[in-house]
């Protein structure tokens, strides 16, 4: 990856407090958590969005093979013929956050799906299931020109989470294209 996107942009939400109730689904799209046979619907919505081959091999490894796997922490919302469209996981990343934080995992919509905010609802599901398991906060490692994504984010009530100085001119420029006020921690840093 080119250098200035270096290190990834982190995302927290500093708590649980005052998630939607509801996911605000389009007429007749529903949400719920994996199943087996879900691995094809996850590749392909994986593999789109994020414009890089995850094909089932891959899921079952990197997914199913993670230690933070549940069943009931990878999230599909489903279009209304029951098709899983979009998807985001609710992990761990013990090594990096801690055991209890609630680490936001491989967030992707079809595109023939983008538009319609589902990557809002699978999240504020994802945020659901992190509020049931206990968890204080969550976060997220994402990267500069996913503007969608990170809208989505701070909708949600993300905030960026400095780990390097270079972040703070980045941060700024993402405001700025997102046309949102940064938030002071980043205005205020020279
Ligand atoms: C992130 C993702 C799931 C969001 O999909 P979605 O819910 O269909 O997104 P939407 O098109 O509804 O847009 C979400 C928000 O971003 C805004 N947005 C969309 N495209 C944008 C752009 N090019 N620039 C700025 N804002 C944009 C929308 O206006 C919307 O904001 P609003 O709800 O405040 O109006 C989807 O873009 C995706 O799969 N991206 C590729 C994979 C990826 O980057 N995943 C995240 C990894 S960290």
Not at 42 to 51: G, N
Request: proline share 6%; with cysteine; net charge negative.
């Amino acid at each position: 990856m080119n250098e200035a996107l270096k290190p990834q942009l982190i995302m927290r939400r500093p708590n649980l407090d005052g998630l939607p109730d509801e996911l605000s689904l389009p007429e007749g799209y529903s949400e719920r958590h994996y199943q087996e046979g879900d691995a094809e619907a996850w590749s392909e919505i994986i593999t789109e969005s994020f414009e890089e081959e995850w094909g089932v091999e891959r899921f079952k490894e990197y997914m199913l093979g993670d230690v933070s796997f549940k069943p009931e922490r990878i999230r599909f919302i489903c279009n209304a013929d029951g098709k899983p469209v979009g998807t985001t996981s609710a992990f761990r990343r013990d090594d990096k956050y801690g055991p209890d934080c609630g680490y936001v995992h491989m967030v992707g919509v079809l595109k023939s799906e983008a538009g319609k905010r589902l990557g809002y609802a699978v999240n504020v599901a994802v945020l659901h299931q992190f509020k049931r398991e206990g968890c204080p906060d969550a976060v997220l490692q994402t990267d500069d020109f996913r503007l969608p994504a990170i809208k989505t984010y701070i909708n949600l009530g993300f905030l960026p989470d400095i780990v390097d100085d270079n972040q703070y001119q980045r941060w700024r420029d993402i405001y700025k294209l997102l046309k949102v006020d940064a938030p002071e921690i980043i205005m205020q840093h020279d």
